[in-house]
């Protein structure tokens, strides 16, 4: 039993990613980023071009420097591959935001394989099975692995990259390299945070084979990136002037980063940790319990730093030098300090926590039973974290009905201003505009106004700001009247149209 301990840890890893990434996948309300991210797939599969349906040309996305000229016809503030990888994804399944969803929820199942790959050929089978089931259960990996966003592709390509190298190298050292960087080059077309996978694998090639690099190996190395990046101009080829509209624009206002790094690693602790482990202001009740999840991470990082034995181990050591490096990237290079990146970056942690509790574990009799102790309250945390809201079924709940209601009170020729997560059961194809800035710049006015919840958040956002946009939003609220609510959703139809004249 003790010595298949760790096929039944990776077992039950599976398991539990399974059933979470379901319920979460089955029951979450859809947000913005998944309507942006797969509305070009569809109109790429059906259409053959990726322009974004119903994002405002004129509009933003969050930031106020980002131009989107010509979004509706070329998608470019992103890079493509998430969105081509779709259009093939709905091409053989058909399209809906559950099958958008579930391709994550595939990719997923990659990056725990490759995690396991990589603590196992760094360390042992059981901190490979104790890697994935921290990992399979950890509420950031599971939310993005249940969303219709390339996180967890990106993650999975790049965490598969690595394995490769680790797998490979023995064997025929330049095959691993190579293969390594197809796999991270395909991960940085899909996300440019990717690149932390590139600094990873440099770390563990300069410590594992310092003396089989040459210089004679950069041509090598670089084809995957030529391929990808050429594929890539050919698109951006199509429009260049909108593309460097788009994603220099999205490029821009990433916060304090290199030359900033106190500022930075300020908001890392507090807005990318602290807010999203259960510290925000916004979190109430049993979600203050992920603070114990951060404490284990920070822990287990401390631990392996702190122990000789597992410093002079070459494994664990260089597993330590790989997750300081990627620690120390997004700390000192990613200036968003978004939660959206924590898949990233919190198999590190994971790897971390697992050689900690492992080595744990070998102490004795005692201290095996606070190994015990520490997985199970990680599990127990989590996936509460991820049952609860699950159990709430915000999607059925909350935004099927209110999408219900516009399918029965409004006509083909009704316009609608609204969160672009309407497409997913209005279909792309309606007259519909996604605003946040609900026409400040534009002067439009729709016959329907859609309060999704993004949308009151930049409502929020704006108020707290004073801004001139906050004041439109007020006085243009105004010349509408409320005819549905609930706990998340709010529509408005414009006193003078036609549409008011219904009834409801």
């Not at 398991?15 to 996948?25: D, E, K, M, R, S």
Request: proline share 4%.
């Amino acid at each position: 039993m003790a010595g298949r301990l760790h096929v039944w840890i990776a077992a039950l890893a599976l398991v539990l990613y399974v059933g979470l990434a379901v319920a979460a996948l089955l029951t979450r309300q859809p947000w913005c980023d998944e309507a942006w991210f797969n509305g070009p797939a569809l109109n790429l599969e059906t259409r053959g071009y990726m322009g974004t349906p119903y994002l405002d040309p004129a509009s933003n996305i969050g930031k106020t420097s980002v131009r989107l000229d010509g979004v509706d016809r070329y998608t470019y503030w992103m890079t493509p591959l998430y969105m081509v990888v779709q259009a093939a994804w709905f091409k053989v399944v058909g399209f809906g935001l559950l099958r958008a969803r579930l391709t994550a929820l595939l990719w997923g199942f990659m990056g725990l394989a490759a995690w396991w790959v990589i603590a196992r050929r760094l360390t042992n089978p059981v901190v490979a099975s104790l890697t994935i089931l921290l990992l399979g259960v950890e509420y950031h990996f599971v939310v993005r692995a249940t969303s219709g966003r390339m996180d967890v592709m990106c993650g999975a390509l790049g965490t598969a990259g690595v394995a490769a190298f680790f797998a490979l190298r023995e064997h025929g050292f330049l095959r691993a390299i190579l293969l390594a960087n197809v796999a991270i080059a395909a991960a940085v077309i899909t996300h440019p945070i990717a690149v932390a996978y590139g600094i990873a694998l440099a770390v563990a090639a300069a410590n594992l084979d310092r003396k089989r690099l040459s210089w004679r190996q950069l041509p090598l190395c670089a084809i995957p990136y030529v391929v990808a990046f050429g594929g890539w101009s050919i698109y951006v080829a199509k429009a260049p002037r909108l593309f460097k509209l788009q994603f220099l624009g999205n490029a821009t206002q990433r916060g304090p980063g290199l030359f900033q790094p106190w500022a930075a690693l300020k908001m890392e602790i507090w807005h990318r940790y602290a807010e999203n482990f259960g510290v925000a202001s916004w979190t109430s009740g049993p979600a203050r319990a992920k603070i114990l999840i951060l404490a284990l991470y920070a822990g287990g990082l401390i631990y392996v730093a702190a122990s000789r034995g597992l410093r002079s181990h070459g494994g664990s050591r260089l597993a330590l030098l790989m997750s300081c490096s990627v620690i120390g990237f997004f700390w000192l290079f990613e200036g968003t300090k978004t939660g959206l990146y924590l898949p990233h970056i919190l198999p590190w942690f994971c790897l971390m926590a697992a050689i900690a509790i492992d080595d744990i574990m070998s102490s004795g009799r005692s201290q095996r039973r606070l190994a015990i102790l520490l997985v199970t309250g990680a599990v127990a945390i989590q996936a509460t974290s991820i049952i609860l809201p699950a159990s709430r079924d915000a999607y059925r709940s909350q935004f099927l009905p209110a999408m219900k209601f516009l399918q029965q009170h409004t006509q083909p020729n009704d316009t609608i201003m609204s969160d672009a997560v309407a497409g997913f059961v209005l279909g792309f194809d309606r007259k519909i505009v996604d605003d946040a800035w609900f026409g400040y710049r534009t002067g439009k006015k729709m016959d329907w106004l859609v309060i999704t919840p993004t949308y009151a958040e930049t409502m929020d956002s704006l108020a707290q700001q004073g801004s001139d946009v906050s004041r439109h939003v007020n006085q243009l609220l105004t010349e509408y009247r409320p005819v549905y609510s609930s706990k998340m959703y709010r529509i408005y139809v414009r006193r003078r149209s036609i549409a008011a004249l219904r009834e409801f």
